[in-house]
């Protein structure tokens, strides 16, 4: 039993953990964005944990471009596994560096522009990714995922509106070359599953509403094309 007290009882667990558990590591990624950028943390959970119920109950499930993976858990939580992956190097040994053992998932070095894994998945999910994809790549690298999946799978694609753009730092804009509006991500997807589902997303609000005004668009999307 820890020899510090918290004044009100009810707090007392927090030292209880730390002092057996030890604090957590934002990671590589989160830690800048947590300083330089709070507000986009809490937008981040927000999108993790639309994924994570969208996906609950799924057994074999594969994030391409993950970053440091810190957002894992909350997958973890619906999920019964989770494959993250990378193309960085880097990002896959922060992750690893930092799986919790509460919420335990496989991290991999691979990038889906060279290929798919081998693996099956029944769910795939990628936030943040498909903008930064050149056009003239993006069927290749969704073609590899694809390979990937299973015939009932479902996948979940999420990028910054194509109007949002001009309300994007001159940073994000030298990245994000490849963004895309609802309509244009909808086709898109449509090529590769016969139903796809659009949502918007301003700051940590996931809607259904104009997709015009939307700073963030997801798309849905099921039953996979043969």
Request: glycine fraction near 6%; charge should be negative; aromatic fraction near 10%.
């Amino acid at each position: 039993m820890s020899k510090r007290k918290m004044r009100d009882p009810v707090n007392q667990p927090n030292i209880e953990f730390v002092e057996t558990r030890g604090f957590i590591s934002l990671g590589l990624l989160k830690s800048r964005e947590w300083i330089e950028d709070p507000r986009r943390f809490l937008f981040s959970q927000a999108r993790y944990k639309f994924v994570a119920k969208m996906l609950s109950g799924r057994a074999q499930v594969l994030e391409i471009g993950c970053g440091d993976a810190f957002n894992a858990p909350i997958v973890m939580q619906e999920v019964r596994s989770l494959t993250v992956t990378d193309f960085d190097p880097e990002f896959i040994a922060d992750a690893k560096g930092r799986i919790p053992s509460e919420y335990p998932y496989d991290a991999v070095v691979h990038d889906f522009l060279d290929g798919p894994m081998e693996a099956t998945f029944d769910a795939a999910y990628s936030l943040d990714v498909l903008e930064h994809i050149p056009e003239d790549d993006e069927r290749r690298f969704l073609g590899n995922i694809m390979a990937c999946l299973s015939s009932d799978a479902v996948m979940i694609l999420g990028m910054p509106s194509l109007e949002s753009q001009a309300y994007a730092s001159p940073g994000s804009k030298a990245g994000h070359i490849n963004c895309k509006t609802a309509p244009d991500l909808k086709a898109l997807m449509g090529q590769f599953f016969h139903t796809v589902f659009m949502f918007s997303m301003n700051d940590e609000v996931v809607h259904t509403g104009y997709h015009k005004m939307a700073h963030y668009i997801l798309a849905v999307c099921s039953h996979p094309r043969d």
